[in-house]
């Protein structure tokens, strides 16, 4: 049971989940959407430190996938948008993310790793 995955699943499906419930308000996803991101994000295999490596981004029209890439000399995390999915782990970075503009237009940095609380 990877990172509690069927346990986060169950809490989507019973309504429970204050972080599906939130993104759904603010964004076009729909249950469906926010799982299979849960379950690819739940998936995360973790660098050669442990350290994780994936991450899911809330945008006003869907759920973007961030791949984690953790400095271990500088102790810096960047987030870049996972791009394909070539098996897995060998899809291809794409660009560094900086967060999403809403409505509002204000930009925001919202997600939600494998060790977050649904």
């Given at each position: 049971?990877?990172?509690?995955?069927e346990?986060?699943?169950?809490?989507?499906?019973?309504?429970?989940?204050?972080?599906?419930?939130?993104?759904?308000?603010?964004?076009?996803?729909?249950?469906?959407?926010?799982?299979?991101?849960?379950?690819?994000v739940?998936?995360?295999?973790?660098?050669a430190?442990?350290?994780?490596?994936?991450?899911?981004?809330?945008?006003p029209?869907?759920?973007v996938?961030?791949?984690?890439?953790?400095?271990?000399r500088?102790?810096?995390?960047?987030?870049?948008?996972?791009?394909?999915d070539?098996?897995?782990?060998?899809g291809?970075?794409?660009?560094?993310?900086?967060?999403?503009?809403?409505?509002?237009?204000?930009?925001?940095?919202?997600?939600?790793?494998?060790?977050?609380?649904?």
């Amino acid at each position: 049971m990877k990172n509690y995955f069927e346990v986060k699943k169950n809490i989507v499906l019973t309504g429970n989940s204050r972080i599906f419930n939130n993104w759904a308000e603010h964004s076009s996803i729909t249950a469906d959407d926010f799982i299979a991101a849960l379950e690819w994000v739940c998936d995360d295999p973790l660098d050669a430190n442990g350290m994780l490596t994936r991450e899911i981004a809330l945008a006003p029209n869907g759920i973007v996938k961030l791949r984690r890439v953790n400095d271990h000399r500088t102790g810096i995390t960047s987030f870049y948008k996972f791009e394909g999915d070539n098996g897995g782990e060998k899809g291809k970075l794409g660009t560094i993310w900086g967060g999403e503009v809403f409505d509002d237009g204000f930009m925001r940095k919202i997600s939600l790793s494998a060790k977050d609380r649904v």
